[in-house]
């Protein structure tokens, strides 16, 4: 009986290989550091030689497996099954993943963005079950997000909706973005920025104990903001409060176009802890004129790492 199903998540630094049983829960996993070195075929040849690896040392013959959900931080065309454009590994833009790795691996092949995967897994799963409408926001490196409008993952015209990230929160801050604008919320929010907002004011002159904990500037990340913020460094303090403000906004405005209270976050930068996470919270409430009356509800992943992977899963028909 094929009652297993195997889930992917490529992402810009690490790829995670999990097998799951019937009911979606997951019963082993590998992961791999991403080699952006690689051609399209040499990838897809590594993930069809991890996803049979990974159901032999489980037991698992292939016949047994419904299909490979894989996710990837893409734009993709559903109907053609094309990675469209993928900001961090540059060798899948405009690749016919689908048929490449279900070529490999003789077996059903299904695509989504990884914001996506994670919304559906969230709210199938995870801190969002019960709510029909909710928003998932990932807080990392990059922010990405899914939404899920009237209980169904909502892709948009191209399958592009949901790349929260790049909403406009300001015209006077931030960095240039790969998505073209400088001010969009990932472009002052993301981990990538915030540390750079770090390391921009180190190299300004401003003493901090940031520097400490990353030993020099460029290993600046946020985990070296946020043990500095538990020695309340004045720095890490406002690396930390900007940061958040401007996720407040890009809530708000989130807000006002779906009338949708239930955010889920998920994402290494929510390590930076309830400083950040309560601020990003007062944020949204000081801007959000029904929150009184509607009290927003900002919910912690509860699927964590394994979000986007679960949702991959779950796609798997
Ligand atoms: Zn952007």
Known sequence: MKKYAIGIDVGGTRIQVGLFDENTQLLSKKQYLTDKEMSAAELMDFLSGRVKALAASAGVPLSDIRGVGAAFPSYIDYEKGITVETSNIICLNDQPVRDMLAERLQMPVYLD????????????????????????????????????????????????????????????????CGCGVTGCAQSISSGLYMARYAMDRIKEGEESRILDYAGTISNIDTVAVG???????????????????????????????????????????????????????????????????????????????????????????
């Open 113 to 176: 963005n990884d914001g996506n995967l994670a919304a559906l897994a969230e709210h199938r799963l995870g801190a969002g079950r019960g709510h029909d409408d909710l928003i998932y926001a990932e807080l990392s490196t990059g922010i990405g997000g899914g939404l899920i409008l009237n209980g169904r993952l909502y892709r948009g015209m191209h399958g592009m909706a949901g790349e929260i990230g790049h909403m406009l929160v300001s015209d006077s801050t931030g960095y240039p």
């Open 227 to 317: 043990r500095a913020l538990s020695v309340n460094d004045p720095l890490a303090l406002e690396v930390v409060n900007r940061g958040a403000e401007y996720l407040g906004r890009m809530f708000h405005s989130l807000n006002q176009i779906f009338d949708i209270n239930v955010f889920i976050y998920g994402g290494g930068v929510t390590n930076l802890g309830h400083r950040f996470i309560d601020r990003m919270i007062a944020a949204y409430r000081h801007l959000s004129l029904m929150d009184q009356k509607y009290p927003a509800q900002f919910l912690a992943s509860t699927l964590g790492d394994h979000a986007s992977l679960t949702g991959a899963a779950l796609i798997v028909k």
